[in-house]
T-cell receptor
Framework: GENVEQHPSTLSVQEGDSAVIKCTYSDSASNYFPWYKQELGKRPQLIIDIRSNVGEKKDQRIAVTLNKTAKHFSLHITETQPEDSAVYFCAAINDYKLSFGAGTTVTVRA | GAVVSQHPSWVICKSGTSVKIECRSLDFQATTMFWYRQFPKQSLMLMATSNEGSKATYEQGVEKDKFLINQASLTLSTLTVTSAHPEDSSFYIC?????????????FGPGTRLTVL
């Protein structure tokens, strides 16, 4: 099955700085890579996704890059704000099943 | 659109009892529904996948006799935790993919917090 590794496990940034979270996946058949933000006790919220035929996608302050050859994808958050503080999960889909990374707890310091 | 609900949002039960959790897609028909378990400060782990009218497919290591999953229709899936024990206490989240839409996009329910005493 698919194995998704995510780093770092925790990330503390000053408000206004950028945050970068990196993930790797093992199965070259995976073709869809969503990123989720989860607040304590809540459902995961899809914040951005990328498909395997695209190298980069941006939505306002959030961007995702994908390197299929290296089986590596990353989330970039620019101009971080206190409301960006949450747990972020990367995921990969293979055969319609989502495999999640371990999560990154992001804390934005005011 | 694409709203998924779960009921109850939280439940406390005694050890040895069974608990049923419902997952409904409110405004769309779901091809497939998924059940995840999330322990505190951990990631979501897929437990099983259900499709209407067929038996659920369980992930390795998930006891199918303990976690009964049934998809009765294109809008309802249920998870029954039988003979619950304290180690089953967790956050259970369902998701659904749309019948008419991108099959790999999953819409998540709000989760059910199960506490077994």
């Amino acid at each position: 099955g698919e194995n998704v590794e995510q780093h770092p496990s925790t990330l503390s940034v000053q408000e206004g700085d950028s945050a970068v979270i990196k993930c790797t996946y093992s199965d070259s058949a995976s073709n869809y890579f969503p990123w989720y933000k989860q607040e304590l006790g809540k459902r995961p919220q899809l914040i951005i996704d990328i498909r395997s035929n695209v190298g980069e996608k941006k939505d306002q302050r959030i961007a995702v890059t994908l390197n299929k050859t290296a089986k590596h994808f990353s989330l970039h958050i620019t101009e971080t704000q206190p409301e960006d503080s949450a747990v972020y999960f990367c995921a990969a889909i293979n055969d319609y099943k989502l495999s999640f990374g371990a999560g990154t707890t992001v804390t934005v310091r005011a | 659109g694409a709203v998924v609900s779960q009921h109850p949002s939280w439940v406390i039960c005694k050890s040895g009892t069974s608990v049923k959790i419902e997952c409904r897609s409110l405004d769309f028909q779901a091809t497939t529904m998924f059940w995840y378990r999330q322990f505190p400060k951990q990631s979501l782990m897929l437990m099983a996948t259900s499709n209407e009218g067929s038996k659920a497919t369980y992930e390795q290591g998930v006891e199918k006799d303990k976690f009964l999953i049934n998809q009765a229709s294109l809008t309802l899936s249920t998870l029954t935790v039988t003979s619950a024990h304290p180690e089953d206490s967790s956050f259970y989240i369902c998701s659904a993919s749309r019948l008419a839409g991108k099959p790999d996009t999953q819409y998540f329910g709000p989760g059910t917090r199960l506490t077994v005493l």
